[in-house]
């Protein structure tokens, strides 16, 4: 859990306020010692000024950002630094000395060369980004040059102001000793160094060291489109906490008939895009989208309804499907945007049934089912071994957009769940594995956040003392251990797999590099399911655990546990293909009739109130299954919202795509006719 003084600096650890204090601090001091005069004291503090600005710079410090917001940013702070220099000088009674108006001078000068820096370092930046970045497509006709060398690019500003150290270092030299000659030698080597980091970027722009231009890189790229000719393409824009809504398809985009492509238009995503066999190209600029050669493409796919939809829907000779990125009773479900699309693809009946009661325009003629093939890893109830206690998941989604209390169960009930759970009179393991966007729009989300945190690994040191847990930890502590040296190993191997181009590698040098490699996609496959393995092993069965980011995926923590509570999202959905009971939170306090009504996946679930005064029934059924009441409504709810079970989802999916790919072709024939 982050402290609180850290979340209100927005600070990700004390290493950063720390480095923050000191070099603020520093500021007021430097002015102290010119005054006093003190020159052995200026540079000690001089010294600790510069090794906290980098340490901050270093550490990627937000606070960088926000000191530039408040006029204080970088090359303000080394100009004061200077200036106290001088004024340290005066009072030195050096003020009419050489070496005094010499210094100011050079540093004019060395100011006068920011300028062509951080212009070129501008450039150059510009011009090695492409108009459509890449991934599993050859781009050696283009013949891209290596990036130029990290430490000339990386940080270009705050290096080119360091170099001032040399005449800093050599003034306060001379202003101790009283030789000038410190000081002057600093200063010149300040000046050579600012001058011939400036000629060596400059050479770095010179022809053959630079991708193609723009319009270069475009006539490829319609060139690869002609020659590849893609049949379907998967469409997607989003934020980059939006990731997931392209990843959970691209397993099943790698398994249909024809030629796929990835289509993206937000560089940030390709950052945390999944590993996939498929060609991926993001094209950032609307009008570069617009005007490429797509006229082959026959299906589009979008999991997502966002504006920028729109720079693809234009394209007629192309059938537009929207297919989400979850089935649930989420408003967004039946959002109006999706009528502009040809054809609509749900999971089962009840996304039919949603459109229907919806009434936003769209026919029932251009619904589809296909199911959810990304469901195929989860995995039925585990038989439970007598001593397991069983594991129970919280799975609560984010705020929303909205303040409506029924979005979530974070604020009013989420604690109130979490203390059950852990206070069950039959024990329980929790895992909590909150909603990647949570707490991104609602300060009290985060703070529920926070606050259930805190008291899951409160209960997590809580059992870890009781006697029975420890002995048992003492006894598997070997294994585990074995298992985290073996995590260590995997993760080293997957971020070794992961980095496709060199260190330092810029978006040009490691879209070049960014080839497909059947072999590599396959162990980076096989080493995430080892991983998971491991991370499991890791830790006690009976371990509560806060569980964050991208790994363990929704999915593992689904196979994992023997129960769910949530609330109304793609998640219970989905978790309903395990055939395992669960609880959903009536947050918004509609009853338990009305609350059933309104939502299709609660049907065959234990609804809680806010105080989850109702949620011992969970537990029970788990321990219990031939005693669990909601057994058989589970199974004719899956049904429902995710089709039959034959055939295999995976295969209507691609009977639609074939079958809406034959519908445009028939119509582009008959418009030539």
């Known amino acids: 859990m982050q402290s609180p003084v850290l979340r209100r600096f927005r600070v990700a650890s004390f290493a950063e306020l720390a480095a923050a204090a000191t070099m603020l601090l520093s500021y007021p001091l430097l002015v102290t010692a010119a005054l006093l005069p003190h020159a052995v004291f200026f540079a000690a503090v001089c010294a600790v000024s510069y090794l906290a600005d980098s340490q901050l710079h270093r550490l990627g410090s937000p606070l960088v950002g926000q000191l530039s917001k408040v006029r204080a940013g970088l090359s303000l702070r080394f100009l004061v630094r200077q200036l106290t220099l001088v004024l340290l000088l005066s009072r030195m009674e050096l003020a009419d000395d050489p070496l005094t108006f010499t210094a100011i001078a050079a540093f004019i000068l060395f100011y006068g060369l920011q300028a062509p820096q951080s212009a070129l370092t501008t450039v150059l930046r510009r011009r090695r980004r492409l108009p459509v970045i890449t991934r599993n497509i050859d781009l050696s006709a283009l013949r891209i040059a290596d990036a130029p060398p990290a430490p000339l690019t990386r940080r270009a500003a705050e290096k080119m102001l360091h170099l001032d150290l040399p005449a800093v270092a050599g003034v306060l030299a001379s202003a101790q000793t009283g030789r000038t000659a410190y000081g002057f030698a600093g200063m010149a080597v300040t000046l050579a160094l600012a001058v011939l980091y400036t000629a060596v970027l400059t050479g770095c722009l010179r022809k053959g060291k630079l991708p193609p231009d723009t319009d270069a890189v475009l006539e490829w790229w319609d060139g690869w489109l002609r020659a590849y000719r893609p049949t379907t393409v998967l469409y997607f824009s989003g934020s980059a906490q939006s990731t997931y809504q392209v990843n959970m398809w691209l397993r099943t985009l790698e398994q249909l008939d024809g030629r796929p492509l990835v289509i993206l238009r937000e560089r940030h995503t390709l950052t945390d895009l999944g590993a996939t066999s498929v060609p991926v190209a993001c094209v950032p600029s609307a009008v570069h989208l617009m005007n490429s050669d797509l006229s082959m493409v026959r299906v589009a796919l979008y999991p997502a309804n966002v504006g920028k939809n729109i720079h693809l829907l234009r394209?007629?000779?192309?059938?537009?499907?929207?297919?989400?990125?979850?089935?649930?009773?989420?408003?967004?479900?039946?959002?109006?945007?999706?009528?502009?699309?040809?054809?609509?693809?749900?999971?089962?009946?009840?996304?039919?049934?949603?459109?229907?009661?919806?009434?936003?325009?769209?026919?029932?003629?251009?619904?589809?089912?296909?199911?959810?093939?990304?469901?195929?890893?989860?995995?039925?109830?585990?038989?439970?071994?007598?001593?397991?206690?069983?594991?129970?998941?919280?799975?609560?989604?984010?705020?929303?957009?909205?303040?409506?209390?029924?979005?979530?169960?974070?604020?009013?009930?989420?604690?109130?769940?979490?203390?059950?759970?852990?206070?069950?009179?039959?024990?329980?393991?929790?895992?909590?594995?909150?909603?990647?966007?949570?707490?991104?729009?609602?300060?009290?989300?985060?703070?529920?956040?926070?606050?259930?945190?805190?008291?899951?690994?409160?209960?997590?040191?809580?059992?870890?003392?009781?006697?029975?847990?420890?002995?048992?930890?003492?006894?598997?502590?070997?294994?585990?251990?074995?298992?985290?040296?073996?995590?260590?190993?995997?993760?080293?191997?997957?971020?070794?797999?992961?980095?496709?181009?060199?260190?330092?590698?810029?978006?040009?040098?490691?879209?070049?590099?960014?080839?497909?490699?059947?072999?590599?996609?396959?162990?980076?496959?096989?080493?995430?399911?080892?991983?998971?393995?491991?991370?499991?092993?890791?830790?006690?069965?009976?371990?509560?655990?806060?569980?964050?980011?991208?790994?363990?995926?929704?999915?593992?923590?689904?196979?994992?546990?023997?129960?769910?509570?949530?609330?109304?999202?793609?998640?219970?959905?989905?978790?309903?293909?395990?055939?395992?009971?669960y609880a959903v939170t009536d947050s918004a306090g509609l009853g338990v009739v009305e609350f059933k009504r309104q939502n299709t996946a609660v049907r065959a679930a234990v609804v809680l109130s806010n105080d989850a005064a109702e949620l011992g029934v969970l537990p029970g059924a788990i321990a219990d299954p031939s005693a669990d009441p909601l057994a058989t409504a589970r199974a004719e709810l899956k049904s429902y919202l995710l089709g039959p079970d034959e055939p295999p989802s995976i295969e209507r999916f691609n009977t639609a795509v074939r079958a809406l790919g034959a519908k445009a072709e028939v119509r582009n024939l008959e418009r030539v006719g």
């Open 315 to 581: 394209v007629p000779t192309m059938k537009h499907v929207f297919i989400g990125h979850g089935d649930s009773d989420k408003i967004a479900s039946v959002n109006p945007y999706s009528k502009v699309y040809d054809e609509v693809w749900t999971a089962g009946k009840a996304g039919r049934d949603r459109y229907a009661l919806a009434g936003v325009g769209v026919r029932d003629e251009d619904i589809v089912e296909v199911g959810r093939p990304q469901l195929a890893p989860i995995r039925p109830p585990r038989q439970l071994p007598p001593d397991t206690i069983p594991t129970v998941l919280y799975a609560p989604t984010w705020e929303g957009w909205t303040d409506e209390p029924g979005n979530t169960s974070l604020i009013l009930a989420g604690e109130n769940i979490v203390r059950r759970l852990i206070t069950s009179e039959r024990p329980v393991r929790v895992l909590y594995k909150p909603h990647p966007f949570t707490g991104t729009r609602s300060p009290e989300a985060a703070a529920a956040h926070a606050r259930i945190t805190a008291l899951v690994e409160e209960a997590a040191r809580q059992r870890a003392a009781e006697p029975e847990w420890a002995r048992r930890a003492a006894r598997e502590e070997a294994a585990q251990a074995a298992a985290r040296a073996e995590l260590a190993r995997v993760d080293a191997r997957l971020a070794c797999l992961s980095a496709t181009s060199g260190q330092g590698a810029d978006e040009a040098q490691t879209a070049r590099d960014a080839l497909a490699d059947p072999a590599r996609e396959a162990e980076i496959t096989a080493l995430r399911a080892e991983w998971n393995t491991h991370y499991w092993r890791s830790f006690g069965w009976w371990e509560h655990r806060v569980i964050t980011g991208s790994w363990p995926a929704l999915y593992d923590c689904f196979n994992e546990s023997d129960g769910m509570v949530s609330d109304i999202s793609s998640v219970v959905s989905d978790f309903i293909a395990s055939g395992k009971p």
